[in-house]
């Protein structure tokens, strides 16, 4: 009876545990794992998990198997920051590295091996993805009557023949304002529908794009020149030099 009241007190690891004749080998797990068992004497489960200290149930040799060959995970250093995830406004960096020893037999797991943390993208071409842009077809005649030119600015007079375009742009359409179907030609623009928008002419050396032709992949916005409200978003698929855009086309203005 006194071999009893012992076994059932805290000095479980004097070998009086219930099924704890077991084997931990090749059975050794890190923290809390009800799959790591073996059975033990009289068909009860004895474990081979670390957290098997706590509750008293090891099996006989853990400590021999386990413990002693227990090998931590072991990391190398972290790697540079990579660069920030949008070019424009906030994004975010990533770091990571990598476990050069894994852990065995119940070793220490491996910490984290990835980190972010913010950032703020500050790409030269950044100005360009805060621009407006102004578009006509490309049939509009240049003295139309634009709501944002300023009373008494006298308009540019243009030659006898267009020129050709500098370059134009491949926009898909994201967001279309309701008051765009005042218009026969803005009553075409659809969301999720791609755009040609030509550039003809309005590059120089100080500006070397047209206003509004924003960044490959990002979201920018652009109205109508001659429909009072009609605005939209879209994003910039691409720009090819020296091109012509294929009929309807619109025109940076």
Same mark, same amino acid.
């Given at each position: ?8 007190? %805290? ?25 790591? %068992? ?8 004895? /474990?081979?998990?670390? /957290? ?7 099996? *006989? ?5 386990? @413990? =002693? &060959? &227990? ?23 990533? =770091? ?11 070793? $220490? ?12 993208? $500050? +790409? !030269?071409?950044?100005?360009?993805? #805060?621009?407006?842009? #102004? ?23 243009? !030659? ?22 005042? *218009? &026969? %030609?803005? =009553? ?9 928008? $030509? ?5 120089? *050396?100080? =500006?070397? +794009? ?8 990002? @979201? ?7 429909? &009072? ?25």
């Amino acid at each position: 009876m006194r071999g009893l009241l012992l076994c059932g007190g %805290w000095l479980l690891a004097a070998g009086c545990l219930v099924g704890a004749s077991g084997s931990c080998r090749h059975r050794c797990c890190p923290g809390r794992n009800n799959a790591c %068992w073996v059975p033990g004497a009289r068909r009860a489960h004895c /474990y081979c998990d670390s /957290y098997c200290q706590r509750t008293g149930d090891c099996c *006989q040799d853990y400590h021999s198997v386990c @413990r =002693r &060959a &227990a090998v931590g995970c072991a990391v190398g250093p972290w790697g540079p920051w990579s660069g920030c995830s949008s070019p424009c406004g906030v994004g975010s960096r990533a =770091r990571s590295r990598q476990v050069t020893v894994p852990p065995r037999h119940g070793g $220490e797991p491996c910490p984290d091996l990835k980190q972010r943390r913010g950032c703020l993208g $500050e +790409h !030269p071409t950044c100005g360009a993805a #805060k621009e407006v842009a #102004k578009i006509l077809p490309d049939s509009f005649s240049r003295d139309f009557r634009d709501p944002w030119r300023r009373a008494g600015m006298l308009l540019l007079e243009e !030659p006898s023949r267009s020129p050709r375009p500098s370059y134009c742009g491949y926009f898909r359409l994201t967001q279309v304002g309701p008051r765009c179907r005042g *218009q &026969a %030609w803005s =009553r075409r623009l659809h969301p999720d529908k791609q755009v040609c928008v $030509e550039c003809r002419g309005g590059t120089s *050396q100080r =500006r070397p +794009h047209c206003t509004g032709h924003g960044l490959q992949g990002a @979201r920018t916005f652009w109205v109508a020149a001659s429909v &009072a409200g009609c605005q939209g978003s879209w994003v910039q698929e691409g720009l090819q030099e020296g091109c012509v855009c294929s009929p309807p086309a619109l025109i940076f203005v």
